[in-house]
């Protein structure tokens, strides 16, 4: 009768038999979460914005919608070239994959590669 009501269990592993635990997977660039990393960069090394504000007020939109690009939300196209617009230099490619174009200013490449090797865990995301 029990076995009609609950449902066969599944026999668990014994501790000593576990897979071991698998490592995080590659960070994939164009993650919208890695996006507002890059823009969180952008804000405070390259147009040294201490505030979110600052920034938002900058490119015409609320603060709170800001800071939810910078949190990992999608960040749109019309706001991407309205940042490129206050940033003389940086392009899409740069925003969007995190890869740097040839063409893009060499003082602007270092500021930002000497700022991503400082952060934490920043060199190895770039891959």
């Excluded at 609950?6 to 660039?29: F, I, Y």
């Excluded at 063409?103 to 602007?108: K, T």
Aim: net charge positive; no cysteine; charged share 30%.
């Amino acid at each position: 009768m029990l076995s009609r009501i609950m449902p066969a269990m599944k026999s668990r592993q014994p501790l000593g038999n576990r897979p071991e635990r698998r490592t995080r997977a590659p960070v994939n660039p164009e993650d919208p979460r890695e996006v507002g990393r890059r823009l969180r960069l952008i804000r405070e090394h390259v147009l040294r914005y201490r505030t979110i504000k600052e920034m938002a007020d900058r490119l015409g939109i609320a603060e709170n919608r800001y800071g939810n690009y910078e949190r990992g939300s999608p960040f749109p196209m019309d706001q991407a070239l309205k940042l490129i617009k206050v940033v003389p230099g940086l392009d899409l490619n740069y925003i969007y994959t995190g890869r740097f174009s040839a063409g893009l200013d060499y003082g602007l490449v270092r500021l930002i590669e000497e700022t991503e090797a400082s952060e934490p865990g920043t060199a190895a995301r770039r891959g």
